[in-house]
């Protein structure tokens, strides 16, 4: 877990003072480092990320992680993301980790403009089956003003649509500790190609109306509205030469 994300977080406490992974029964927690890029300098903080993963590999490192490009939006924005048990996974020192702090701290935050860091508890009882070859993620964010009825609405549309097609679409986290601009829940969608996003289906509402009927779905739409404060997506593309 102490990987990457580590060792460029104790670079900029040096310097200057955003998986997919395979859903089971128990909640894991999702540990994600968003970096925004300064302009220009992508080239040169992804020559540096590759120079740290091949000095991690070199001293034997075995955390996993996955490195996600956004797709959209201002500014150019990396993710790292990864997946521990539980809390006291996070105690574990990465030796690794530890001795290729330095070329972080040469050779990737001179890069980076500004991290975020967050963790989020996977939400298994609503999380779809692992998509083998992911290559790119829609990740849907939501900061709600009624967590009860978010969730109600949440576990009513994705076990109809387990219900009728078998599983249901994304992987649910819930995010902990947030300050007060964050999202408390988000949900990705897996894809394995750009053009999977062209596959026409029924929106998860549509669905819902199909098995429920339209009383009930407007009924859930409307606990569904009064239980948002806010909501944005962005879509995320794998690295997968950078992933480890």
């Known amino acids: 877990m102490k990987t990457l994300k580590t060792t460029m977080l104790l670079a900029l406490l040096f310097v200057l003072p955003l998986s997919t992974n395979a859903q ?28 740290w993963k091949e000095c991690y590999k070199e001293n034997s490192g075995t955390d996993t992680f996955n490195i996600w490009r956004r797709f959209q939006g201002e500014g150019v924005v990396y993710v790292l993301s990864a997946a521990v048990k539980n809390w006291a996974a996070m105690d574990s020192v990465d030796a690794a980790g530890k001795a290729c702090r330095i070329t972080s701290i ?17 939400m298994p009882e609503y999380s779809r089956e692992l998509l083998e070859g992911t290559k ?75 098995v429920n009927g339209k009383k009930k779905a ?20 794998l690295n997968e030469e950078l992933s480890n």
């Open 24 to 51: 089971n029964q128990e909640s894991q927690i999702l540990d994600i480092t968003e970096f925004t890029l300064l302009p220009g300098h992508e080239m040169q903080f992804l020559e540096g990320v590759k120079l």
């Open 106 to 122: 040469r050779m990737i935050m001179p890069h980076v403009e500004k991290t975020s860091y967050s963790t989020a508890s996977s």
């Open 136 to 210: 790119m993620v829609w990740v849907s964010f939501f900061r709600v003003a009624n967590s009860t009825l978010f969730n109600e609405v949440v576990k009513e549309l994705t076990n109809t649509i387990k219900q009728k097609e078998g599983m249901s679409r994304g992987y649910w986290y819930a995010y902990m500790g947030v300050g007060p601009d964050s999202p408390d829940y988000m949900v990705s969608r897996p894809f394995k190609s750009f053009a999977d996003l062209d596959v026409e289906e029924d929106s998860p509402w549509k669905v819902y109306e199909a």
């Open 218 to 237: 407007d009924d859930m739409r409307a606990k569904w509205r009064s239980s948002l404060e806010n909501s944005w997506n962005y879509l995320y593309t």
